[in-house]
């Protein structure tokens, strides 16, 4: 473009989006994770949750769809055209932000305060077929407007929720560092510093890509060898970079995925990152999370007698930075049919001991999926879902776990249950239903009351 073409009103406000200075956070996140059911194992959807600062990162997901092929109708000129599209920056103005299509249904959240929120979604694009797309919020979530598509990518179908990898190239979760970097991933990574407006490939390490997460400064990549259908299998590892790099590359730890494993997640407490493994059939030794260190991986201790299998723990860290640790588990003792009762346990000096809370206190409906947050060393949340015959349930507790009750006043319970929960920080909650609607929902009293937030413009 020549000067003469370029309009002084857009320089002025690209100038000022370049000046914005990243606010340190951690992330609230969770991982919609996508696979065919096993037909000796009753299907499981997995997820955590894990922040420290009110100003920090909200990241969440669910993920459903069709299945995409080339060639589709794009829904903006920023559509990505695969692994090795590269698209041109281009400025968007005011006057040119589009509407969020109607049939807009959101598959993960990326909040990094100052206002900015980013949510990756799936939308109709023609041919019976469901396309990625990316909206953004400059205003906390009042108005929402399309920010780029994917039309060479796959979404993961519903209801199937049973594992990590989705198709080659698929994208189906977003992360953002900062109102312009930011990660969208599925089996590969895709990388934006325009905002969500462009992305290009992203370097990383194995061949598919479990998790991506940040915490305003770094980001931490794990991926594994070889997954199939059912189970990841060969070499994983743990790759740590700075936001502004082209590519996670840099490995900090790796490990055998010993008889199979499901996925591998990472959560951040406040700085210091960890691994929390899902096993696929549980080893015999080195199953639990582990601490991500200059060093390398350190094994966090055991959670104890109270806990059942080793594959059904979660490992989430408060919205509070002085909060710490919680970690759930299947608890020994299990639970009624189309039920779990889940253990509790803390721990204040990063996995190096856990305080058991409760072993029998928090009992969740049809427990094939479950979420956890935590805003406090105090208030807590968890849900449940996955089956439309028994939906799911959701769980509040104020006194670190000890006592579950059902909120006062909870929002509608969705066909299939929750999808995720997360803790942005002071008292708030938000929780995902985990049908396909373009909307989430917010409490703002620790989790006794619920407004719908809707997405769409």
């Known amino acids: 473009m020549s000067n003469i073409d370029r309009d002084p ?71 990505n055209g695969g692994r090795s599209a590269i698209q041109t920056p281009r400025p968007v103005a005011t006057g040119e932000q589009k509407p969020v299509p109607k049939s807009f249904a959101a598959m993960s959240i990326s909040n990094v305060g100052q206002g900015s929120i980013f949510v990756l979604g799936s939308s109709d694009c023609g041919n019976a077929r469901r396309c990625p797309v990316l909206i953004g919020s400059t205003d906390n979530g009042r108005t929402w407007h399309l920010l780029s598509s994917f039309t060479s990518s796959p979404v993961p179908e519903a209801p199937t929720r049973d594992s990590v990898v989705m198709e080659k190239h698929g994208r189906s979760q977003v992360r953002f560092a900062n109102a312009r970097i930011g990660w969208v991933f599925g089996a590969d990574i895709q990388y934006t510093t325009d905002g969500g407006k462009t992305f290009r490939p992203y370097g990383h390490l194995g061949q598919d890509v479990t998790d991506v997460e940040t915490d305003g400064t770094q980001v931490i990549v794990t991926s594994v060898d070889q997954c199939s259908n059912t189970v990841c299998k060969g070499t994983y590892h743990v790759a740590r970079a700075s936001i ?74 408060t919205a509070d930075p002085q909060g710490g640790l919680f970690a759930f588990c299947a608890a020994a003792g299990g639970g009624a049919a189309g039920s779990m009762g889940m253990a509790v346990f803390s721990s204040t000096d990063q996995g190096r001991s856990w305080t058991a ?80 609607v373009p909307a989430f929902w917010q409490s703002d009293d620790s989790g006794e009351t619920w407004t719908k937030v809707g997405l769409t413009s």
């Open 9 to 79: 009103v857009e320089e002025f406000f690209e100038r000022e989006r370049n000046q914005i200075v990243s606010q340190h956070g951690n992330d609230v996140h969770w991982r919609g994770i996508v696979r065919r059911a096993r037909a000796d194992r009753r299907s499981r959807f997995f997820g955590y949750v894990a922040g420290v600062a009110a100003s920090g990162l909200v990241i969440g997901g669910i993920t459903y769809g069709a299945v995409l092929h080339n060639g589709t109708v794009p829904l903006t000129t920023a559509t």
């Open 357 to 436: 809370v409760s072993s029998d206190a928090l009992i969740l409906v049809n427990p094939g999926s479950r979420f956890f947050a935590a805003a406090n060393a105090k208030d807590l949340l968890a849900v449940s879902g996955g089956d439309p015959a028994i939906h799911g349930s959701m769980k509040v507790s104020h006194d670190g776990g000890k006592i579950w009750t059902s909120p006062g006043a909870p929002p509608p319970m969705p066909t299939n249950g929750w999808a995720w929960v997360g803790a942005p920080g002071g008292k708030t909650f938000y929780a995902i239903s985990g049908d396909a």
């Open 244 to 317: 502004t790099a082209t590519g996670a590359t840099a490995e900090v730890g790796t490990g055998a995925t010993v008889r199979g494993l499901d996925d591998l997640q990472i959560v951040f407490d406040a700085k210091q990152p960890y691994v929390s493994p899902r096993w696929a059939l549980p080893p015999t030794s080195g199953f639990e999370p582990q601490r991500v260190t200059a060093g390398g991986l350190e094994p966090v201790s055991r959670l104890g007698g109270a806990c059942g299998s080793p594959s059904e723990q979660d490992l989430i860290a």
